[in-house]
């Protein structure tokens, strides 16, 4: 028969493993000082590391306003530290420092690697801080400088991001700036074809000289009535003066008054110069009188004909002018509707583009006072006084203390095996 266990001897108890751990000490001490040596051999081999970090504080813009189309820039955490640690800004800091050269040769990974952007949602905040080996004398200022040009790229990305905003809020004022520019320039350009091709100029001018031929054909008119009433007073006088006298006269007169003429009746007759000499002789003349009177009578009625036809046709010409004065008027004020119209409308679009520059204008002042920086402040890295992490003394402690613990459980494990297989 098999002999009993002991319970002592087949149960696991808190008293036994403390007896196996008491009954060990000798190699947990030694297992403890072997990994704090090798850890301190392994940190002594480690280069130690600065870390420097800065903060920026990041804000939020006012609320949006629909109605007037404005927009506004509320960026992530998240979002800004992904911008912020692009490849981009990270090659641009890794050659304005020269990191890809000796001592650390860093490529764009490498870098990565030593930056650290971290969002503090709580605090509404970015962390940024950068860590690297000292392989050179100024690498606690080195660290600190590095976390200060990602800020300061954090603070150029906010401005940037900044005036992307008042562009987009302004792009509704700056589309009706635009469009009312255009309807102002297109006006402008009708109104000066439509004057330079309405006849105003030349019709004013038309009916100008129309007025003045208007009013001396008036004026002729008037002044050949007036001539026509004294012509025909004339000729009725002299027409009287025609009728009673002779074109011919017939003259008697005593031959002794004309010697010449009683010796040729004296021969003709045969009778003596004497016997004659009381005899008379008639002859016709032309009466001088009819003669000048018939001349000026005939003068004055070709006068008076000539006046009756200018009465007659002065006031077809006058009418005529008028007439053209008429249409000429109805096209210069067709002309000049026209011209009246695309001024007013000139006008209006002077008004119109005049108020949208003004609401142009005030809206950029409104936008502008209305944004705040997306960085309200940030909190400049200085060069650590340190390395950063725990002290080697501490971490070879720590090595020692946690070799000795795995130990111990390896013992326990043991233990506890090599019971169960009693039990």
Partial sequence: MNEPISPTESEITLAGLVRVAAGSWKPLLAVGIVAGVLAGIVLEMIPAKY???????????RAKDEMVGLDTTAIELDSFAAALESEEILEDILEQFNLGAAPYEFDIEEFDDAVSITPLRNENS????VELPALEDGTPKLVA?????FAMQADSISRRLLEEDIERSLSFYRSQYQESEDRLNQIRDETIRVKASAPIEEKTRF??????????????????????EQKEEKQKVLGQIVAEEEPVLTVTRLLEEEPAMLD??????????????SATSSSQIINDVYTNV??????????VAGLRRAVEELPKEIEECTRRIAEAEEILNASQVMVDHYDNLLETAHLGFRDVYKKFELAKIAIASDRQDLIGEWIRAFPPQ?????????????????AMLLFLVILFFIEVIRVSLKS
């Fill in 51 to 61: 870390e420097a970090s800065s903060t920026i504080l990041v804000t939020r813009t």
């Fill in 126 to 129: 970015l962390r940024i801080s």
């Fill in 145 to 149: 400088d590095l976390a200060n040009a």
């Fill in 207 to 228: 009916i100008t000289n129309q007025e003045m031929l208007q009013r001396q054909l008036q004026t002729s008119w008037a002044l050949a009535l007036a001539d026509l």
């Fill in 264 to 277: 040729v009746v004296a021969a003709r007759t045969g009778r003596s110069a004497t016997e004659l000499y």
């Fill in 294 to 303: 018939r001349r000026i009578y005939d003068e004055i009625s070709g006068d």
């Fill in 386 to 402: 340190k390395v950063s992490g725990a002290p080697t003394p501490v971490l070879i402690v720590t090595s020692a203390l946690l």
